[in-house]
């Protein structure tokens, strides 16, 4: 069981070191007498058309209503599957998320399926089925996933405890669904028989807004120290916990008591971001945190007549631009620590995001992305009604929106201690600097990724399947997450550690020379023996990627390892030339044969998360120091084939 309490600490709020900057914008904008002031109440801050308003759906559903409907057709035979005892405990005997996941999942899809499209059709024809669905819910114990019950609950297990409720990522997302499907359709289900509503208002009551109101979850915050994470679930879950509360409580104190509340809390997530605005979790947790953080703050300022609204902060901004600045192009983006190279975000939200803050190079890049996948469907946020509502609303203006790239030369975030730096010749760099002990943290300071023409060379494999193991303290287990396989030495024959204290030093950023340097010695323990290990990164229209060590040992035990991950495979036959080709576009890296001997790793890919990514397998490019040296430099050059 120990495993299972370990789960929520690790992914969400280990205590690191990590100075809070105590600027709670939310706090200062409004105090709880405040807030009640400006508070629109009975929801008639709800800006989306009534369910009898059959003019306003067709409107807001126009070009998509069929789309809506056929899907809400394939449910309307949907068997709702019921999530057995023993799926909750699959997760404490092999560590599968899936097993209680999939049959969970697949029914929350049928049930937004058959609400979005009964509220566009208006018909009456999906109705018996989306009781079906409400009644099965409520059935359930927990709408809480099994892998974050055991680290919340007072009894320590994946089996969720009937006494008392857990309000996770998953359990508040059903709740702002749930609280959606009550204000939208409590009277149609009610001419069917009116326990469903009445039913489904207590579940809200006892599984969200009492528990949210009455015990304080790790998320919440609010009692974190100045060294405390706080990552993604805290927007995303204080999100929902609006949602409900706005959608369901019609008493002004304890109205204005809760949406304080929720405040408070965000402003902990807000404390804890880099003024800089970058995302340490990446671009596929962006959605969820700074993605999600949007959302919550929309909807307060929407409740409150834009009263309470921090859009004009400059990092409310930055934090929003950081997702269209690391969007490399065709498809990839910067992916550090957990987030997939593949992606782009949530495009409804980046285009509402960019106009909220006065962004033009979101808005842009959100109609970038729109027309760049514009046979595949966008708007249908499943069990987050409140986006596929929005998505909806936004859509006429997103379509009207010029597409468009940022192809900025470099990017910097010198907190966070991010560098973009793209040349005229095609090249796209990432680099990063930072510690060992980010939110879904890899040990990864000082690696790099490099593109030419858009397309990947010098890689970050991403993480695979989510298990107990991912985030337990067999986490480092997994070779993802290891330094050895991100673009590192070895040195001495010890690789990076996990935790804040391995860390950066001596970092330094020249956007007129597109160079990032920074010592790595500091990652790596004191049986390293690492007095110094400078490593220069320097674009060129001339040569490419220059790299350059610079380093300096008090002992010598093994051969230093020079360590690339690569997606093509490298062609080693001949010396100082390595040929790496994929995609139609070659790139030669070169090095002193003198010094190394290169070696290739096969790294196949049986996970299906890493090879929808890269395809079957990826590869590990490793130059072996053929003298053991104290005080040394080594040289690299990535060049165009």
Request: proline share 3%; charged share 25%; net charge negative.
């Amino acid at each position: 069981m120990k495993r299972i309490i370990l789960i929520c600490c690790i992914i969400n709020f280990v205590s690191f070191i990590h100075a809070h900057d105590y600027r709670d914008m939310l706090q200062h904008k409004a105090d709880v007498s405040a807030v009640k002031q400006s508070l629109i109440l009975n929801q008639k801050w709800v800006d989306y058309p009534d369910y009898s308003n059959r003019a306003g759906w067709d409107k807001l559903s126009d070009g998509m209503k069929n789309e809506i409907i056929n899907k809400g057709e394939a449910a309307l035979d949907y068997e709702w599957k019921v999530i057995k005892a023993t799926d909750y405990i699959e997760y404490e005997r092999s560590g599968s998320r899936d097993i209680m996941q999939i049959p969970f999942g697949a029914n929350n899809t049928a049930l937004s399926s058959l609400v979005l499209a009964e509220l566009v059709e208006g018909k009456g024809r999906f109705i018996d089925q989306i009781i079906n669905g409400v009644w099965q819910t409520c059935e359930m114990t927990s709408w809480a996933l099994s892998a974050h019950i055991g680290g919340a609950q007072t009894i320590k297990t994946a089996l969720p405890s009937p006494k008392e409720h857990i309000i996770d990522l998953t359990a508040g997302d059903l709740g702002s669904f749930l609280a959606w499907t009550y204000y939208f359709l409590k009277d149609e289900m009610d001419k069917v028989n009116p326990l469903v509503s009445e039913r489904l208002r207590d579940n809200l009551q006892k599984r969200i807004l009492d528990p949210y109101m009455n015990r304080t979850f790790h998320w919440q915050a609010f009692n974190a120290s100045p060294t405390t994470m706080v990552n993604n679930w805290n927007p995303w879950c204080n999100f929902n916990a609006l949602s409900c509360f706005l959608l369901l409580e019609n008493d002004a104190d304890k109205l204005s008591e809760a949406v304080h509340r929720s405040m408070v809390s965000v402003d902990k997530f807000i404390n804890y971001t880099k003024s800089d605005g970058a995302c340490e979790e990446g671009p596929s947790y962006w959605g969820h945190a700074a993605g999600k953080m949007y959302d919550y703050l929309q909807l307060l300022s929407d409740a409150t007549n834009g009263e309470v609204d921090i859009f004009d902060q400059p990092m409310i901004k930055d934090m929003g631009e950081y997702i269209a600045k690391s969007y490399i192009g065709d498809g990839w983006v910067v992916n550090f620590a957990d987030a997939s190279a593949k992606g782009g975000g949530p495009v409804g939200v980046i285009y509402r995001y960019g106009r909220a803050v006065n962004s033009n190079e979101m808005m842009h890049f959100a109609a970038y992305l729109y027309e760049r996948d514009k046979n595949k469907s966008y708007f249908n946020a499943g069990r987050d009604m409140y986006r596929t509502l929005e998505n909806l609303k936004s859509h006429e203006e997103l379509v009207k929106t010029e597409p468009a790239l940022s192809q900025a030369s470099s990017t910097w975030y010198p907190e966070t201690e991010f560098c973009y730096m793209r040349d005229k010749n095609g090249f796209f760099f990432a680099g990063k600097g930072g510690h060992n002990g980010e939110s879904h943290n890899h040990n990864d300071m000082g690696s790099f990724l490099l593109y030419l023409d858009e397309t990947p060379i010098m890689i970050d494999a991403g993480v695979g399947t989510y298990t107990r193991q991912t985030f337990s303290n067999e986490r480092y287990d997994i070779w993802t997450m290891q330094s050895d396989y991100h673009n590192l030495p070895r040195i001495n024959g010890v690789s990076q550690k996990v935790g804040t204290q391995y860390k950066s030093k001596d970092v330094n950023f020249n956007a007129k020379k597109l160079s990032f340097s920074l010592d790595l010695s500091d990652a790596y323990p004191d049986n390293a023996n690492i007095e110094k290990w400078q490593r220069t990164y320097q674009l060129t229209s001339k040569n490419g990627l220059e790299i350059e060590d610079d380093f300096k040992l008090s002992k010598t035990n093994e051969p230093n390892l020079i360590n690339f991950l690569t997606w093509g495979k490298p062609d080693i036959s001949k010396p100082n030339s390595i040929i790496i080709q994929k995609d139609g576009v070659s790139a030669k890296l070169i090095y002193d044969s003198s010094q190394f001997d290169a070696e290739i790793e096969t790294i196949p890919l049986p996970d299906k998360r890493l090879s929808n990514v890269w395809g079957d397998e990826i590869y590990r490019l490793t130059l072996k120091a053929k003298k053991m040296e104290m005080k040394g430099k080594y040289k690299f050059r990535i060049a165009r084939n």
